[in-house]
């Protein structure tokens, strides 16, 4: 499971012109699973983005995590971050959990998100998206649960 996670003073995302989603300061999280991907990815991703300390603090230190911070976190999925590009030009999504999978363990990630200390917004699932941000920093940092347990 990957997360590409930004700092933001500000996101948001449309569907049909519709906004079904903002956030002003905090995380947004682009979330991309994979087909060996589960709870335990979910819930090891789920602690490191609410413990991640990436908002300054009185001197200017990365030192505070969302909550600390009084920040939201705004959740995209994004299947995208399992592309292959090393062969062609194309690339392939082999790599990518089938939307079955994908759908439920997105599910249960915001479902577990949503019970954590912060306000939970979302894009939706599978559906043509904009989404329109204000990147705080910049501070962009990729998380992936494939590291902690070896696999590849």
Do not use: W
Not at 62 to 87: E, I, K
Not at 93 to 119: C, H, I, K, M, T
């Amino acid at each position: 499971m990957r997360l590409l996670i930004q700092r933001v003073k500000e996101a948001s995302v449309r569907v049909n012109d519709s906004t079904i989603g903002s956030i002003r300061k905090g995380l947004l999280a682009f979330v991309g699973i994979s087909r060996i991907d589960a709870t335990l990815d979910a819930d090891y991703l789920l602690d490191k983005l609410f413990g991640l300390r990436v908002f300054p603090d009185d001197e200017g230190k990365m030192n505070r995590n969302v909550h600390q911070a009084g920040g939201a976190v705004l959740l995209v999925s994004q299947f995208t971050l399992y592309a292959d590009c090393r062969h062609g030009r194309r690339p392939s999504f082999d790599n990518a959990a089938p939307a079955g999978q994908a759908v439920a363990l997105y599910n249960y990630f915001v479902e577990s998100a949503r019970r954590g200390p912060v306000l939970v917004e979302t894009g939706l699932f599978q559906a043509q998206m904009d989404v329109a941000l204000i990147n705080d920093g910049p501070v962009t940092i990729l998380l992936e649960s494939e590291t902690r347990s070896g696999r590849n």
